[in-house]
T-cell receptor, first 115, second 118 residues
Framework: ETGVTQTPRHLVMGMTNKKSLKCEQHLGHNAMYWYKQSAKKPLELMFVYNFKEQTENNSVPSRFSPECPNSSHLFLHLHTLQPEDSALYLC??????????????FGNGTRLTVT | AQTVTQSQPEMSVQEAETVTLSCTYDTSESDYYLFWYKQPPSRQMILVIRQEAYKQQNATENRFSVNFQKAAKSFSLKISDSQLGDAAMYFCAYRSASYGGSQGNLIFGKGTKLSVKP
């Protein structure tokens, strides 16, 4: 049990498909994050939610749409993606964005392939 | 903007030996946090160790320790008595401590792939 659970583990989708990634945390945290991990590049922060409110959108294209219905769940809705969007998408949670020393706890990620 | 640099794309160590992974960062801030994360083939990023910039004492967690040189903006990770399970990607990360800093943004380096030889 990692504390942060992501589903699915793997996803293959066509460019015209619509799919969603799910993240759930069981740590009682108040902040949740989406990161993109591409080969040979540093992890890129995509979105931040604090107490269900989006506090950061790091210039992410609108074909990625996050949703945070409560502090324990985070979704990433995907539509009309491009092949360059293929990557590992990591979800993380922390005590809260105001708690700067609170480390992020990550899930196992969803390996996304766009064909 | 802050940056994190890991200059060693790959490292190798013999089992039971010691290895040091390098990390340097660039920032104009005086208060921040530094982290080392490990990512094994399971893909989960696991926190290895963290350091508060205002603390002069180097952090230690069992076989893992850091050499934090604030003036040099250096934050290396030392793994003692290396084990086969230590084989993974290791990421150095920076986080601002200022109130106005990016909310929760961890800035990562590109990572170092560590291999452990039996």
């Amino acid at each position: 049990e990692t504390g942060v659970t992501q589903t699915p583990r793997h996803l293959v989708m066509g460019m015209t498909n619509k799919k969603s990634l799910k993240c759930e945390q069981h740590l009682g945290h108040n902040a949740m994050y989406w990161y993109k991990q591409s080969a040979k590049k540093p992890l890129e922060l995509m979105f931040v939610y604090n107490f269900k409110e989006q506090t950061e959108n790091n210039s992410v294209p609108s074909r990625f749409s996050p949703e945070c219905p409560n502090s324990s769940h985070l979704f990433l809705h995907l539509h009309t993606l491009q092949p360059e969007d293929s990557a590992l998408y990591l979800c993380a949670s922390s005590g809260g964005t105001g708690k700067k020393n609170s480390p992020l706890h990550f899930g196992n990620g969803t390996r996304l392939t766009v064909t | 903007a802050q940056t994190v640099t890991q200059s060693q794309p790959e490292m190798s160590v013999q089992e039971a030996e010691t290895v040091t992974l390098s990390c340097t960062y660039d920032t104009s801030e005086s208060d921040y946090y530094l982290f080392w994360y490990k990512q094994p083939p399971s893909r989960q990023m696991i926190l290895v160790i963290r350091q508060e910039a205002y603390k002069q004492q180097n952090a230690t967690e069992n076989r893992f320790s850091v050499n934090f040189q604030k003036a040099a903006k250096s934050f290396s990770l030392k793994i003692s008595d290396s084990q086969l399970g230590d084989a993974a990607m290791y990421f150095c990360a920076y986080r601002s401590a200022s109130y106005g800093g990016s909310q929760g943004n961890l800035i990562f380096g590109k990572g170092t792939k560590l291999s452990v030889k039996p």
